[in-house]
Structure formats: structure tokens, C-alpha cells
């Protein structure tokens, strides 16, 4: 699978992006799409995760009630609605696919280039 993360951009703090991911490949029911994130000299993190089949969720402590992950079956994408962004977001976020739930970086594949957002305070 090759995975396409878009949406980044600028925003300031307390505003709202969505990010998308674009697949190419097949998905299956049983797969987790995750969204991580990376900031400058920073592990990459997880930031959310959705399964395929029941779109089931789980997000990180730091964005709950925030960050909102779902996905478009139809068109193959997984979606990043980010609300009441900070500065502490500012990251390049990427999409991945994993055969089940996990919230390690290496459970996943097909990254792609990411995207990058930037919050200013």
C-alpha cells in the first residue's frame, strides 16, 4: 500500500485543519489506518488510529477531545479533523497501515512523505 498524507498547513492556536490520507492499494476490514506525528528532533509519536472494518478509534491522551480520525471507505481515505489546535501540534503528521491495533511506529506500513503543520501561538 502507498499512503498520501495532505491538509497540513498553518493555522494559529485554538484554530482547526483536517488532514487526509489517500491509499492506494487494497485496505481490508481487518486493517487499523494510524496517524503519527513527528516534531522537529523528536521521536515520531502516536497520534490516533481508526480500524477499516468497524471504525473503531483510539487517540493519545494529548489529543482526545480534540483530533477526531475517520474514514471515507469509498475513497479509500482516512481523515484528521483537528480542532482547538496548540502550538505543542506543530509536527509533520503521517499516515500508516497496520493488520491490527497498535499505537508503535514499526506495527505500521506505507508511509509516505507527510504533511506538515505549523500552530502559531
Known amino acids: 500500500v502507498q499512503l498520501q498524507a495532505s491538509g497540513g498547513g498553518l493555522a494559529q492556536a485554538g484554530g482547526s485543519l483536517r488532514l487526509s490520507c489517500s491509499a492506494s492499494?487494497?485496505?481490508?476490514?481487518?486493517?487499523?489506518m494510524g496517524w503519527f506525528r513527528q516534531a522537529p528532533r523528536k521521536e515520531r509519536e502516536f497520534v490516533a488510529a481508526?480500524?477499516?472494518?468497524?471504525?473503531?478509534?483510539s487517540a493519545a491522551e494529548s489529543v482526545k477531545g480534540r483530533f477526531t480520525v475517520s474514514r471515507d471507505r469509498a475513497r479509500n481515505t482516512v481523515y484528521l479533523q483537528m480542532n482547538n489546535l496548540k502550538p505543542e501540534d506543530t509536527a509533520v503528521y503521517f499516515c500508516?497501515?497496520?493488520?491490527?491495533?497498535?499505537?508503535?511506529?514499526?506495527?505500521?506500513?506505507?508511509w509516505g512523505q507527510g504533511t506538515l503543520v505549523t500552530v502559531s501561538s
Open positions: 500508516g497501515r497496520a493488520n491490527g491495533l497498535s499505537r508503535r511506529e514499526h506495527d505500521y506500513v506505507g
Open positions: 492499494g487494497n485496505i481490508f476490514s481487518s486493517h487499523v
Open positions: 481508526i480500524r477499516w472494518g468497524t471504525a473503531s478509534t
